[in-house]
């Protein structure tokens, strides 16, 4: 099954906002509507911040948001912060397939 | 506050068997689905397979399927990863993840603390 691809990295100043991409296989993949973003700070493991494309869990700060378009998922972070700094990762789940989840390839966020 | 506690890391060498853990607590263990991802060192994460507890129901990732075995012990609510026979390519750190059915999506919403995984002649 192919991964999501994800840029490797992405870098931004604090209080910039970034927006971090997470591309399909195919413009029609269902498994877009089912997106959700992980955080992994290092030696961490990775914790959930956006599910359902667009939806955040209680506790996780404001300042992460999802989006989608076409065959590309979306996560932004705004007012960006020195925790911020880490690997983010989108995932679906894969509905036609036996395999069920698909990862994101992860993208570095570096905080300048 | 839902948990998934696994066991400790672990060093072992090519040919070795090894069965880690991951225990459940704070929720009804039976009724949310249990995964297993795998990140190599320095690497991104990879879906293995997932267990229900309530009735065992077991699928793999094609990339894992006849390589790792995936159970569940309902009466410990702990859910296992077992290899028979190690090779130093299974050298990683191993996550449990819980899946919320809660929302449409099915996200991992709790992580285990990640077993390591050495194996080392």
């Known amino acids: 099954q192919s991964a999501l691809t994800q840029p490797a990295s992405v870098s931004g100043s604090p209080g910039q906002s970034i927006t971090i991409s997470c591309t399909g296989p195919?413009?029609?993949?269902?498994?877009?509507?089912?997106i959700s973003w992980y955080q992994q700070h290092p030696g961490k493991a990775p914790k959930l911040i956006i599910y359902?494309?667009?939806h955040r869990p209680s506790g996780v700060s404001n300042r992460f948001s999802g989006s989608k378009s076409g065959n590309t998922a979306s996560l932004t972070i705004s007012g960006l912060q020195t925790e911020d700094e880490a690997v983010y990762f989108c995932?679906?789940?894969?509905?036609?397939?036996?395999?069920?989840?698909?990862f994101g390839t992860g993208t570095k966020v570096t905080v300048l | 506050e839902v948990q998934l506690v696994q066991s400790g890391a672990e060093v072992k060498k090519p040919g070795d068997s090894l069965k880690i853990s991951c225990k459940g607590s704070?929720?009804?263990?039976?009724?949310?689905?249990i995964g297993w991802v795998r990140q190599m060192p320095g690497k991104g994460l990879e879906w293995m397979g997932i267990?229900?507890?309530?009735?065992?129901?077991?699928r793999y990732s094609p990339s894992f399927q006849g390589q790792v075995t995936i159970s569940v012990d309902t009466s410990v609510r702990t859910a296992y990863l077992e290899w028979s026979s190690l090779k130093a390519s299974d050298s990683a750190t191993y996550y449990c993840?819980?899946?919320?059915?809660?929302?449409?999506?099915?996200?991992?919403?709790?992580w285990g603390q990640g077993t390591m995984v050495t194996v080392s002649s």
């Open positions: 195919r413009s029609d993949f269902a498994g877009f509507a089912y």
């Open positions: 993840v819980r899946r919320d059915c809660a929302s449409t999506g099915c996200p991992f919403d709790s």
């Open positions: 359902d494309v667009d």
């Open positions: 267990i229900y507890p309530a009735d065992s129901d077991t």
């Open positions: 704070e929720y009804r263990f039976g009724y949310y689905w």
């Open positions: 995932t679906s789940y894969v509905t036609s397939s036996t395999l069920f989840y698909v």
